[in-house]
T-cell receptor, first 114, second 116 residues
Framework: KAGVTQTPRYLIKTRGQQVTLSCSPI?????VSWYQQTPGQGLQFLFE???????NKGNFPGRFSGRQFSNSRSEMNVSTLELGDSALYLC?????????????FGPGTRLTVT | LAKTTQPISMDSYEGQEVNITCSHN???????ITWYQQFPSQGPRFIIQ???TKVTNEVASLFIPADRKSSTLSLPRVSLSDTAVYYC?????????????????FGQGTILTVHP
């Protein structure tokens, strides 16, 4: 079974631009979560989607948004990029089972904002 | 969500058994204890999960005492490729009627360095 895939793997953008990252979950997984990882803040939860609906959201500004499609693929968008948005963005998928903390992470997208 | 405390770093040598202990005094009844491994510039990888007593899989064992206020990840006979950051997490991805959907809370983790 194929793992979680993320595209692109690397991205360089300029401050003020916007960016869209894509995530394809493991087949059969309907929950997709997004995380931001930086050296200073570690791994931080952005949001989670299930059946095309955002069910949970972390403490990030409105410039960070996402969506999920009917095939469970997800995208996240960051508008008006800031230097501090440079990070590794990770997508994780899971089977919607109760009582579990098992998520499968993709390789991440390394975003550099200049 | 329960907060976890684990050592910032550990050193070991190839072939040794490594035990990483995590404390989680405020663990809730529904919470599971889960460990992830992360290599540089890669996403975390699920290692093992347990609720109580002992769980073993092909790569690790997880020991959880009766009060569940701590847990120990045991890696048998480590190799150089086990050098990574190990995260202890307490929680559950989804609780009926709750607000924890899809959210894992990662601490700073333990940097394990395995020496030749």
């Amino acid at each position: 079974k194929a793992g979680v895939t993320q595209t692109p793997r690397y991205l360089i953008k300029t401050r003020g631009q916007q960016v869209t990252l894509s995530c394809s979950p493991i087949s059969g997984h309907r929950s997709v979560s997004w995380y931001q990882q930086t050296p200073g803040q570690g791994l931080q939860f952005l949001f989670e989607y299930f059946s095309e609906t955002q069910r949970n959201k972390g403490n990030f500004p409105g410039r960070f948004s996402g969506r999920q499609f009917s095939n469970s693929r997800s995208e996240m968008n960051v508008s008006t990029l800031e230097l501090g948005d440079s990070a590794l963005y990770l997508c994780a998928s899971s089977f919607p089972g109760e009582g579990s903390s098992e998520q499968y992470f993709g390789p991440g997208t390394r975003l550099t904002v200049t | 969500l329960a907060k976890t405390t684990q050592p910032i770093s550990m050193d070991s040598y190839e072939g040794q058994e490594v035990n990483i202990t995590c404390s989680h005094n405020n663990i809730a009844t529904n919470d599971y204890i889960t460990w992830y491994q992360q290599f540089p510039s890669q996403g975390p990888r699920f290692i093992i999960q347990g609720y109580k007593t002992k769980v073993t899989n092909e790569v690790a064992s997880l020991f959880i005492p009766a009060d569940r206020k701590s847990s120990t990840l045991s890696l048998p006979r480590v190799s150089l490729s086990d050098t990574a950051v190990y995260y202890c997490l307490v929680g559950v991805l989804s609780v009926a009627g709750g607000t924890s959907y899809g959210k894992l809370t990662f601490g700073q983790g333990t940097i394990l360095t395995v020496h030749p």
